[in-house]
Nanobody
């Protein structure tokens, strides 16, 4: 499975961005696609996740109500709509995929290359 993340950029606080993660290769109909992020000097942390089959969603407390994850299975693509962005959301955002769900990044076998999100105050 290959993952290609895109959509990052520079935005002012309060603004919005939408990230995309397109999967190709041997994609699996079940399983989970998730987003993690890593800010400078910090560990990579869970942001949001979605099950490919049922569409169940999972969010970190820090983004609940502001970020929304969705999927388009026909396009093998997952989206992360980020609203009301804050400077503390600044990080490199990574998409990942695996057959099982976890809030820990250690279980995910497949990773995208990361996309930079910078929120200015």
């Amino acid at each position: 499975v290959q993952l290609q993340a895109s959509g990052g950029g520079l935005v002012q606080a309060g603004g919005s961005l939408r990230l995309s993660c397109a999967a190709s290769g041997r994609t699996f109909s079940n399983g989970y696609m998730v987003w993690f992020r890593q800010a400078p000097g910090k560990e990579r942390g869970f942001v949001a996740g979605i099950s490919r089959s049922l569409g169940n969603t999972y969010y970190a407390d820090s983004v609940k109500g502001r970020f929304f994850i969705s999927r388009d299975n026909a396009r093998n693509t997952v989206y992360l709509q980020m609203n009301s962005l804050k400077p503390e959301d600044t990080a490199v955002y990574y998409c990942a995929a695996n057959r099982a769900f976890s809030y820990s990044d250690s279980v995910y076998d497949y990773w995208g290359q990361g996309t930079q999100v910078t929120v200015s105050s």
